[in-house]
C-alpha cells in the first residue's frame, strides 16, 4: 500500500485531496497546524485505519518515522487577507517549509509535488498565462510574501530535482473555489456567497472588470492527482486552472443571482497589486494529463452556495 504524506491537510485544497487519496486506496499521514486550516475538514475521517493526522507547523523541524512514497506540500496561507495577516509566517512556510519538506522527500526518497500558484505569474502581461512565462512581480509589494515564497519554493524544488535526482512536479495552480472554503476567507467566492445569503452588499473592489478564471474544487483535485501520480513527469511544471475567465463584477451578479439575493452591489477600493487579469494556458495539462476542468460555473456556484447555506445555518453536519 502506499503512502502519502500532505502538509496543510486541514485547508481547503488539502482536505479534499486527502478525501481523494484515501477513496484511492492509499495511506495518508496529514500534517496541520490549524493556523488557515479547520479541524472540521478531516473529522470525517477520525479513526479510519488508513489515515493519521499530525498536528505540526513544518516550519518546525520534520521527522517521520515512517516510509513515504509521495509528498504534497500543500501547506500556506493562500488567500490574500490571510497572508496579510500573517506575512512572516507565510514566507517561513513556504520557504523553511518548502525546505523541511523536501529533505523528507529526499530521506525517503519519495516523489514530491509542490503546490504552486498562478501568484508566480504577478500582474501578467502575457495573456493567457503559459507555464513559458516568467512572470511580473513585485518584490516589495503587499503580495510578495506570497508571490516571492512560492517562486523561491519553485526555485528550491527544481534545484531538489536537479541536485539529487529527486522525483518532483509542480502544480501552478490558479484560483479555486467549493465546499470548506471557510466563511472568513476573504476570497471574492466565499466573501460574495456569504454577503449575498447574509442581504450585505456584495463587496466588488475596483471597478469590478478585473478578472479571474475560477475552477471548481473536484476539477482541481483530479488534476492534481493526476500529476502526482502519472509517470514519467519528473520537473515538470503544469498550470491547474479553469480558462474560462470572468469579471469579478459578473461573478458577483451571478452569485447573486444563483442565491436569489436582494444584496446590492457596492464598489470599493482596489487592492495594491491586485491582478489586472488571469487566465491559464492548459495545452500542457491537456497533453500531459489528458485533463480539463468539466465543471460549469454555475453549477459549481449552486453546490458551494449550498454549503454556505449549511455554514451559516450552524449546521453541525457541514465539513
Ligand atoms: N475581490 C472583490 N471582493 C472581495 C474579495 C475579492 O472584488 O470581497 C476581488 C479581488 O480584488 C480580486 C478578485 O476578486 O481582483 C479575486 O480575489 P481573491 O481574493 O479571490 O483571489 P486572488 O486571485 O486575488 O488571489
Known amino acids: 500500500m502506499a503512502t502519502v504524506f500532505i502538509t496543510g491537510a486541514a485547508g481547503f485544497l488539502g482536505s479534499h485531496l486527502t478525501d481523494r487519496f484515501i477513496a484511492e486506496g492509499w495511506r495518508v499521514v496529514a500534517l496541520d497546524s490549524f493556523l488557515t486550516g479547520a479541524p472540521e475538514n478531516l473529522a470525517h475521517l477520525a479513526g479510519?485505519?488508513?489515515?493519521?493526522?499530525?498536528?505540526?507547523?513544518?516550519?518546525?523541524?520534520?521527522?517521520?518515522?515512517?516510509?513515504?512514497?509521495?509528498?504534497?506540500?500543500?501547506?500556506?496561507?493562500?488567500?490574500?487577507?490571510?497572508?496579510?495577516?500573517?506575512?512572516?509566517?507565510?514566507?517561513?512556510?513556504?520557504?523553511?517549509?518548502?525546505?523541511?519538506?523536501?529533505?523528507?522527500?529526499?530521506?525517503?526518497?519519495?516523489?514530491?509535488?509542490?503546490?504552486?500558484?498562478?501568484?508566480?505569474?504577478?500582474?501578467?502581461e502575457v495573456h493567457p498565462q503559459p507555464e513559458s512565462y516568467w512572470g511580473r512581480v513585485n518584490p516589495i509589494g503587499p503580495r510578495s510574501v506570497y508571490d516571492e515564497a512560492k517562486r523561491f519554493s519553485e526555485a528550491l524544488t527544481m534545484a531538489y530535482h536537479h541536485a539529487h535526482k529527486l522525483d518532483t512536479r509542480i502544480a501552478r495552480i490558479f484560483n479555486v473555489y467549493g465546499p470548506r472554503m471557510r466563511v472568513q476567507d476573504g476570497r471574492a467566492v466565499p466573501n460574495f456567497m456569504t454577503q449575498a445569503l447574509r442581504g450585505e452588499p456584495i463587496t466588488v473592489y475596483g471597478d469590478g472588470q478585473q478578472t479571474r478564471s475560477l475552477c471548481f474544487v473536484s476539477d482541481l483535485v483530479e488534476g492534481v492527482f493526476r500529476l502526482a501520480t502519472s509517470e514519467g513527469l519528473s520537473g515538470e511544471v503544469v498550470n491547474i486552472g479553469n480558462p474560462e475567465e470572468h469579471t469579478m463584477e459578473g461573478l458577483a451578479r451571478?452569485?447573486?443571482?444563483?442565491?436569489?439575493?436582494?444584496?446590492?452591489?457596492?464598489?470599493?477600493?482596489?487592492?495594491?497589486?491586485?491582478?489586472?487579469?488571469?487566465?491559464?494556458?492548459?495545452?500542457?495539462?491537456?497533453?500531459?494529463?489528458?485533463?480539463?476542468?468539466?465543471?460549469?460555473?454555475?453549477?459549481?456556484?449552486?453546490?458551494?452556495?449550498?454549503?454556505?447555506?449549511?455554514?451559516?445555518?450552524?449546521?453541525?453536519?457541514?465539513?
Open 48 to 124: 479510519h485505519d488508513r489515515f493519521r493526522f499530525i498536528r505540526y507547523d513544518v516550519t518546525q523541524y520534520l521527522f517521520v518515522a515512517e516510509p513515504l512514497d509521495l509528498i504534497l506540500h500543500f501547506a500556506c496561507p493562500a488567500s490574500p487577507s490571510d497572508y496579510l495577516a500573517y506575512p512572516i509566517h507565510t514566507m517561513k512556510v513556504d520557504s523553511i517549509g518548502t525546505l523541511h519538506s523536501l529533505g523528507l522527500a529526499k530521506a525517503k526518497r519519495a516523489r514530491y509535488l509542490l503546490a504552486s500558484t498562478s501568484e508566480v505569474y504577478g500582474d501578467p
Open 254 to 319: 451571478m452569485i447573486a443571482e444563483i442565491t436569489s439575493s436582494q444584496s446590492p452591489i457596492q464598489f470599493r477600493e482596489l487592492p495594491l497589486d491586485d491582478p489586472r487579469r488571469r487566465r491559464p494556458e492548459i495545452e500542457k495539462a491537456r497533453r500531459l494529463l489528458n485533463w480539463e476542468p468539466v465543471m460549469p460555473l454555475a453549477e459549481g456556484l449552486c453546490l458551494t452556495a449550498d454549503y454556505f447555506r449549511m455554514k451559516l445555518s450552524g449546521d453541525s453536519r457541514v465539513q
